[in-house]
C-alpha cells in the first residue's frame, strides 16, 4: 500500500510536468525516487547543514538534467546542490551519490573514498547491495523498484525510516 504511495506520488510529479518525447522518462522516476528518499533518510546533524548534496558519479546526462529540476526544492531547510564527477577521486561531501549502470564497476573506489562519512549509495546493477550500496534500482514485472540494504546504509550511519523499509525489496 505505501509503496503505492510512492509510486504515486511520482506519477502526480510527473503528470504535473510537461512531459516531451525526447525526455527520459526513466530519468524522472529515478529523479523523483532520489528526492523521496531524502524524506525517509535521516542523516546526522552534520549532513543538515549548508546544500544538501547530490553526486552522480559518470556519465547520466538525462538523470542530471531531471536533478537540476529537482534543485529547485529542498530537502527540509537545505537547498539541493547537484554535482557530477568523472571519477571517486573528484568525490566531496554528499548525501547521496548515484551511480549509473554504466559507473558501476567504480563502486569499491566510492567505498574507499567516502570512508566515515555518512552517504546514501544508490545504485542501478543487480548485486550492487551485497557490495555495499545501499539502494539499487532494478526493474521487475515491468516497474521501477528499488532494494534495500538496511545494514549498508547503518554502516554510515544513516537512519533508514520503516516507511521506506517497507517499501523496498529488502537485501542483507
Known amino acids: 500500500m505505501k509503496h503505492l504511495a510512492l509510486i504515486a506520488a511520482a506519477l502526480v510529479f510527473l503528470s504535473a510536468q510537461r512531459i516531451d518525447p525526447k525526455e527520459d522518462t526513466n530519468a524522472k522516476i529515478k529523479a523523483v525516487y532520489l528526492y523521496n528518499f531524502s524524506k525517509y533518510v535521516e542523516w546526522p546533524e552534520d549532513y543538515k547543514n549548508g546544500n544538501f548534496v547530490v553526486t552522480v558519479v559518470g556519465p547520466s546526462s538525462s538523470l542530471l538534467s531531471e536533478l537540476d ?39 569499491t573506489d566510492v567505498i574507499n573514498k567516502i570512508k566515515g562519512q555518512s552517504t546514501l549509495i544508490v545504485t542501478e546493477k543487480a548485486g550492487l547491495t551485497k557490495l555495499g550500496a545501499a539502494i539499487n534500482f532494478i526493474i521487475k514485472d515491468n516497474k521501477q523498484l528499488f532494494e534495500l540494504s538496511k545494514s549498508n546504509a547503518e554502516r554510515y550511519k544513516l537512519k533508514i525510516s520503516s516507511n521506506l523499509y517497507a517499501l523496498a525489496i529488502k537485501v542483507e
Open 69 to 107: 529540476k529537482m534543485a529547485q526544492k529542498k530537502v527540509g531547510s537545505q537547498p539541493i546542490a547537484v554535482k557530477s564527477v568523472s571519477s571517486p577521486s573528484a568525490l566531496e561531501k554528499s548525501n547521496i551519490i548515484f551511480m549509473p549502470f554504466e559507473s558501476s564497476a567504480l563502486l
